[in-house]
């Protein structure tokens, strides 16, 4: 195999990880966009996803049979179900009480969410890693499109386009819409929103069911990626995704796409170039960079924009 | 009004607290009178790492429940202090420091070798007896502190076995090498990588990936461009399972040669009835006489299968048991001097130490996947 093949193979890797990082870093961003808040608890709503949606698939297959796409159809749909409530749960419990505290009360409740659902899953539902079943994903796995010389399977693409849908949605969703001007208002300043009609407090909850809905397909394609889940699955991936975020600007819905996708390829091309162990040191370094030319992110408003 | 009561209960409640600890810690403080012989128990019982951890610390459990139940050592019963090091090397230092605060007189522990070697520090300064049922990096026994042993092997002997294996058996000439950037998984590929080349084998990629990172592509995209003929996983099954399933589906059926730390069943449950893979482990006890009443009491109180390291924990608590008892001492350099000089019988055999606190007796064999379970391979060392 020559080389120019392996750097095209080196940039799908990219490509499909940085895809995987948007799926979940767009959750992070619209959060952050309408409350200005660091939802650190996204990474474990994702989390919960995926085993909400392997529980759902062994239920209906023991119920109605090895129905692949059927199955796997509703069980992504009971991961969303589950997840949005976990989501507004999170809302709800940790979060709604501290929404006029100090920035950093919010904030540190997330964290604590965070561990929490963490351990919860860990005691109650698996202390080790659980497989996907294959039986499910292989159609995506092991089917490849060829293009001069390189593969590309169905589930590369299946994430990709995943990740470029929703982004076009929420796009819409907020600069197109009632509901999105509801939100813009909501962002901008609840005490006016709520004093021109806007009922502000399901907005944020939709805000959070939304995000967490999103999550959920997030984390059946990032199990069927990576073939195995686990309760700490969340912390990583919700780690580089966040940081995705921020390097797109974080409250900016193409600006998470753009990063993450940009994060993948720095990843991907560090290890075809140092090695793997340096991916940290250059996806952070990249991060500095941009943060002290663009301290908004990439494609992030200007702060006089904000306020 | 309301906030003022909170802040008074919040008080009472605190205060109350304070009072118990205090109470707790008068009771601590006289040893001579203590009724009972402390061991701690250390290890990763949560994290990535905690499966494999708890049941090492759940084979120790069973050997110290049959002791009390001859009436305890030194006619005192053994009372265990179990602490979770989350398989971090900074939290482990906290956790031995917590052990030799509770006034523990041995420890058996950690499980990985990361988190091991910076605690035995403390304990050694403690004059502390540690013995470890699962940490392989040499260095643990390497640092010269005379109360660390270990009952298993060292990675510069598993390392060499799998190295050969690959080189004279399998007749690989280029492999590529990927491990977990701790202490155990670079320690021991670094021996791997030394041996394969002063067999005369070449390395092709050498790299490590985070441990919680479980997307391999972009390194597997190296490898196939590397020409790499096998693969050495220097890691944790919980990471070692899905990269062989990606190493399969990027269409290299290349052999994937893995170590003790994915010597568990869910690496099997992940990968399935993949062939052409190889794990380097110590000798098979299935078939000996001595571990069929361990492996149904441990089915018996846990519910489980034993894992792989359950019987070393087994082990390294009956040892360090009979040492004391054989010293009629709790004290270190008496129990050390016992388990220095004379042999221990276990369910894997005899046991003997070395000056250093090695066993003697490490017997690493190959071993493969065949009918959906892990067997000792017919040819292997």
Redesign the interface.
């Known amino acids: 195999m020559n080389s120019s093949s392996t750097l095209t193979e080196i940039l799908i890797d990219g490509v499909s990880r940085g895809a995987v990082y948007a799926l979940v870093a767009l959750g992070y961003t619209m959060v952050y966009g309408v409350l200005g808040m660091i939802n650190f608890a996204h990474g474990e709503v994702f989390m919960i996803g995926m085993f909400a949606c392997i529980y759902a698939i062994g239920v209906f297959s023991t119920t109605w049979g090895d129905h692949i796409f059927l199955n796997l159809g509703l069980g992504i749909i009971v991961a969303m179900i589950f997840s949005a409530a976990y989501g507004y749960a999170n809302e709800r419990i940790a979060y709604r009480r501290l929404r006029k505290a100090h920035v950093l009360a919010p904030l540190t409740s997330a964290i604590g969410i965070s561990t929490f659902l963490q351990y919860f899953i860990f005691l109650t539902v698996s202390k080790d890693t659980v497989n996907f079943p294959r039986y499910y994903s292989d159609f995506l796995t092991n089917h490849r499109i060829h293009f001069g010389g390189v593969e590309v399977t169905y589930l590369q693409i299946a994430i990709l386009s995943l990740a470029l849908i929703i982004m076009g949605g929420l796009f819409y969703l907020i600069n197109c819409t009632r509901l999105g001007i509801a939100l813009r208002a909501t962002a901008q300043d609840q005490l006016m929103a709520s004093l021109v009609g806007i009922p502000v407090d399901k907005i944020i909850a939709f805000t959070f069911i939304l995000g967490s809905a999103l999550a959920a397909i997030a984390g059946v394609m990032v199990s069927m990626y990576t073939n195995v889940l686990v309760f700490d699955a969340g912390y990583r991936v919700g780690l580089k995704a966040f940081t995705a975020a921020i390097l797109g600007g974080i409250g900016n819905v193409p600006g998470a796409v753009l990063g993450a996708l940009i994060l993948g390829l720095t990843e991907a091309l560090t290890t075809l170039q140092f090695g793997s162990e340096w991916n940290d040191v250059t996806t952070f370094g990249l991060l500095m960079l941009v943060l002290l030319l663009r301290p908004r992110g990439l494609l992030g408003e200007r702060v006089a924009d904000k306020v | 009004m309301r906030k003022l009561h909170l802040l008074l209960s919040l008080g009472i409640v605190l205060v109350a607290g304070a009072a118990l600890t205090s109470c707790q810690k008068s009771q601590d403080s006289k040893p001579v009178e203590a009724s009972t012989i402390k061991i701690g128990m250390a290890g990763a019982q ?3 790492d ?2 494999i951890g ?1 049941s090492m610390l759940n084979g120790s459990k069973i050997a110290i429940d049959e002791w009390n139940a001859k009436g305890g050592v030194l006619g005192k019963k053994i009372e265990t202090v179990i602490l979770d090091d989350e398989g971090k090397p900074d939290k482990a230092v906290t956790v031995a420091q917590t052990l030799v605060d509770s006034g523990v007189v041995a420890v058996i522990g950690h499980f990985n070798s990361g988190c091991t070697i910076p605690a035995s520090r403390r304990y050694n300064d403690a004059k502390i007896v540690e013995i470890s049922p699962g940490s392989t990096n040499p260095q643990y026994t390497e640092q010269g502190f005379p109360y660390a042993f270990r009952i298993c092997g060292r990675d510069d002997q598993q390392g060499p076995v799998a190295a050969a294996y690959m080189h004279d058996k399998l007749k690989l000439n280029k492999i590529a090498i ?1 491990h977990n ?1 701790t202490a155990y998984g670079q320690g021991l590929a670094e021996v791997v990588k030394k041996t394969f080349e002063s067999l005369g084998g070449t390395v092709v990629m ?5 441990q ?4 391999f ?3 597997l ?2 490898v ?2 590397s ?1 790499a003929e096998g693969f050495f996983w220097g890691g944790m ?2 990471q070692g ?2 990269l062989c ?2 190493l399969r ?1 990027a ?1 290299l059926n290349i052999p994937f040669i893995s170590d003790d730390g994915c010597f568990d069943q ?1 690496f099997i ?2 990968v ?1 009835n993949t062939a052409n893979v190889f794990l380097s482990f110590g000798k098979d006890y299935h078939d000996l006489p001595a571990a069929k009443p361990f492996m149904d009491k441990y089915k018996a109180t846990f519910n489980q299968q034993e894992g792989a390291y359950s019987v070393y924990g087994y082990d390294a608590a009956n040892t360090l048991l009979s040492a004391i008892d054989q010293a009629q001492s709790t004290e270190a350099d008496k129990v050390t001097a016992i388990m220095k000089n004379r042999p221990f019988d276990t369910i894997l055999g005899k046991v003997e130490f070395d000056s250093k606190g090695d066993v003697k007796q490490s017997g690493y064999v190959m071993w493969t996947i065949k009918d959906g379970k892990l067997q000792v391979l017919p040819d292997g060392p």
């Open positions: 949560t994290g990535s905690g499966q708890t990927l950037k050498f790299q490590g990936i985070g919680d990172e479980r997307d592509r972009a390194n995209s190296v196939k461009g020409g099954y919980s399972g899905p399933i990606q589906e269409g869910s449950d992940t399935g």
